[in-house]
């Protein structure tokens, strides 16, 4: 057992675990948090990304032990309120991208991480960043589409000057 | 009592794939309750209800699984309800007799059949809503019908408004009309139009349910043990170590498999990997698929088999004969979402919450596992996270059924990706000899000679035991399984009524009797023999010197459908112009009443097939929502890629070798090639799109390596020598 917390969408968390237990089953089971989806266990799909400090990992292997202390996104965690959806998620809506819709979150947690290292990112940087990340419906010339939509969005959501700031839904 | 006067099988017609078979369920209700019933609620039929506060509930019979149905049928309600789809609330129906498919007669999504059959039965539910809340209205406000229409959600009229909730007491009194007409298409406001998709928020915020999100309070998580190879039962098993793991709660012997119960998920698969078994060996024991290829090989050299079609004499085959063997592997479906049920079994009644495309079919499953009747048990579907097929088989919600059942305990099985690739109903290994004669440079005949083994047998001889009567004696349900196998016509669906026309035309089947289960993989039959045809089609003109397009206009009739994408898909595609060191290859099949063209654009790099573009056309009848053809014709493209280029399991010894994505890949972002999609304008009623984006990629795709290379790939995956 291994006491554990740290921080998830902005909010403190303090529970115990086992030893070893992926942060993918900590969230989804101990916390209800299942917007983050299981698909393979082996961090070769990509359905269970979230982000660590900002950066992508692959919950269904990463210990939770290891994020003692650290700040976790998922998915949930990411529109900035209940009528406003992040960028990304609106350039996702924009372009209908999901199907079954099961790797989405995943595909969202990737390119929101790629985006905020890159704001105009080529095909190749597409490529390169989201070909970790499996859709079995085959979405992906959507997800290239709407990473590209999302990179214009983006522009006015983080001006927060900007009278358009925030994409409404 | 014989065969054919109980009735057992309703029809064994074939409709372009699919499921095939019915069966006679006499023993259910005509005048079950309608689902979601509610006794202050408009509810003429199982379909809608509007609630006494204006509610307008659809129950979506049909399982989303991405392929657009939670869209495609609240739009067809919308339309004659005349409200924008988005203010309907779509909840999963529960089972019900009158959500049985009029072709398949039972209750399933499948056969890419959801939009075609739903296109009348649900428009004139909502008609017939539409029609009682007029005259509700007519009475309430003393007006004439004709005076009235509706609009979102609300009766519109000369003084204003009025509000559906206003009118429910009254529409309840109101008899159904007898009949009702529908909204005429050149008037449609959503059909043809509507382009959003219903359940994308949802799915773009991470709160869409899928069957592995429900929560149900003090459920524990199970994962089973079964054996290596299929068939296989436990003998024995030692469960002293998992026993003393944190969190275990029981482990038992469920059927021949052992399932470990524990308080979470992670907990359970450390338990069960200390657990000792001792297996005994299945019947598929020593089966290998280099073996039964072999074993196919052989068949079609030595079996007659059975005569499916034949076109013209045979003697009219004349000339030189060219004969070209074909093959492909067994495919998992690989739904991202790893199979699970959550089941909870109390002293009179079950409840199950999955996500599953063929509910009837699971509640016989279930009431025959568990010795409950269907009555007593009750289905809650959920968002698939994929089903191609996969989830019309109801073995995991058996499963869960019973460790809930045995264990005591509410559970939610949870199925590992591993036991996902190594438990599926796989898409069958099939060998082809395409034979075709040649006078100068005429084709004179075109034959195909299947060997593989039979899905229907398969599916016949599981189910049958569950959807007919339990006093029938075994020996029936495998005489009924035989009858189906021998002439299953998902193993030659595709080779058949292909609209060629060659003086002398022949298809055979030869069963194999051995294989690991086999099932119903986006596009079944089509998802193969596309690839023989078409491939053998090319082959063809190239022996006669002609032009692949060409070759397929010269052998059909000027009103031929196929006709009419070849040449737009041509156009759109600039066939015969291909970009500099890029090289074409072309394919056209027919699934599911659907017709699509395929133009696919290749380069080779380090003897690496690089797939740049793929030009498709599609023929579907109306696109209810064209955006999601679209992207149901994108999706069948990079799921065909993937089996093209990539998708092969193989078994040793009768358990599959492959595990994870790792050594059962998939197509990726950076191997996705541009993909452009026409549909062609039709006015007549919508064709199935889920599945038939699939089978035309795969010859397409070898076509191009033949143009690229010379070398003629018969085999599937493609590989380059």
Known sequence: MAELSFTLNGRPQALTVDSGTPLLWVLREQLAMTGTKFGCGMGLCGACTVHLEGSPIRSC????????????????????????????????????VPQCGYCQSGQIMSAVALLESNQRPSDDDIDKAMSGNICRCGTYPRIRKAIHRAAELSVQYYQPNNAEAGAES | M??????FIKSTALLGGGIAIGFNLSACSKSAPYPNMSATALQPNAYLQVTASGEVILQLHKAEMGQGVFTGITTLAAEEL???????????????PDFRDPEFYVMITGGSSSARLSYEPVREAAATVAAILKSAAAEHLNLPESSLSLLDGKVVHANGETAFADLISIARGMPAPTSVSLTAPQDFKYIGHYNQRLDARDKVTGSSQFGLDV???????????????????????????????????AVLNVDGAIAVVADTYWQAKQAASVVKVEWEAGPLAGVSSDALRAERHSLLDTESGKNVEEKGEQSDARGETLNALYDVPYLAHATMEPMNAVAVVDADSIQIWTGNQAPDIALSAIADATGFSREQIRIH??????????????????????????????????????DDMRGDFYRPN???KMSATVDGNVVTSLQAKVAAPSIMGQFVGAVSNTLLPQWLPN??????AGLAASSDPAATEGLVETGYQFPYMRTDYVMQETSIPIGYWRSVGHSQNAFFMESFIDELAVRTEQDPLQFRLNHLTADSRRRAVLEEVATRADWGNPLPGQFQGLAVHESFKTMVAQVVSISIEDKKIKVHKV?????????????????QMEGGIVFALTAALKGEITVIDGAVQQSNFHNYEMLRMNETPDIEVHIMASAAAPTGVGEPGVPPLAPALANAVFAATGQRLRQLPLKLV
Not at chain 2, 2 to 7: G, Q
Not at chain 2, 387 to 412: C, M, N, T, W
Request: hydrophobic share 40%; with cysteine.
């Open chain 2, 82 to 96: 005349k409200m924008n789809p988005a203010l309907i609330t779509v909840q999963h129906a529960e089972f019900h």
């Open chain 2, 2 to 7: 014989s065969l054919s006067r109980r009735n």
């Open chain 2, 430 to 432: 099939s060998s082809v």
């Open chain 2, 381 to 418: 579907n959920q968002m698939l996270g994929g089903g191609f097929g996969r989830r019309i088989l109801p073995d995991y919600l058996v499963e869960a059924a019973r460790v809930a059942q045995l264990s005591g305990h509410p559970i939610k099985l949870v199925w590992s990706r591993e």
């Open chain 2, 615 to 631: 030009v498709c056309v599609v023929e579907c009848g109306l696109a209810i929502n064209p955006d999601i053809v679209h992207a």
């Open chain 1, 61 to 96: 292997s990463y210990p939770a032990e290891f994020v003692n202390g650290k700040n976790i996104t998922t998915i949930e965690g990411l529109a900035p309120s209940e009528d406003t959806l992040h960028p990304v998620q609106q350039a996702w809506l924009e372009m209908n």
């Open chain 2, 475 to 480: 020996g029936l349900h495998n005489t009924l």
């Open chain 2, 215 to 249: 929560q149900y309070p003090d459920a524990l998580t199970a994962v089973l043990l079964r054996s290596p190879s299929f068939g296989g039962k436990a003998k024995s098993f030692d469960a002293i170590a998992a026993l003393a793991k944190s969190g275990v709660r």
